[in-house]
């Protein structure tokens, strides 16, 4: 699957964000190691504390449906600007990729790329 197929899949995961505070839609599309996707969005809450970003929902809904192995991540906002994982999300993503080789395909200074985890989070925390 082409970065850009994956990043479509995100692109349309933003149509279902829940997000009347910061009203910034963002989608995420996780592809597994047997050939699934799993998309998800972000879900806000008035506890802000309380929001999930769209790349968590995507993976907790692939884990709790019993897939634990990804291969790639693309994420998305819905006016297509640039929107890397935030730090939470990169280390729950780490969780799952114990050896940072998932790649993640987002917009960064207006220009798709996908690039290996451990380029946006070495060192990620385990124990
Ligand atoms: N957000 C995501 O969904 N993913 C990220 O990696 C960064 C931020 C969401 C959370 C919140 O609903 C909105 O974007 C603004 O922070």
């Given at each position: 699957m082409t970065k850009e197929e994956l990043y479509a899949q995100a692109l349309e995961a933003t149509?279902?964000?829940?997000?009347?505070?910061?009203?910034f839609k963002v989608g995420a599309a996780l592809l597994t190691k047997k050939g699934l996707i799993f998309k998800g969005c972000n879900v806000e809450n008035?506890?802000?504390?309380?929001t999930i970003c769209a790349e968590r929902t995507a993976v907790f809904k692939a884990v709790s449906e019993?897939?634990?192995?990804?291969?790639k991540i693309a994420i998305a906002e819905s006016n297509e600007g640039d929107c890397t994982p935030c730090g939470f999300c990169r280390q729950v993503l780490s969780e799952f990729s114990k050896d940072g080789s998932i790649l993640v395909i987002c917009k960064i200074n207006g220009d798709l790329v996908e690039m290996p985890l451990k380029e946006l989070l070495p060192y990620s925390f385990t124990f």
């Open positions: 149509k279902f964000s829940y997000s009347p505070y910061s009203k008035a506890s802000y504390g309380g019993g897939y634990t192995e990804f291969s």
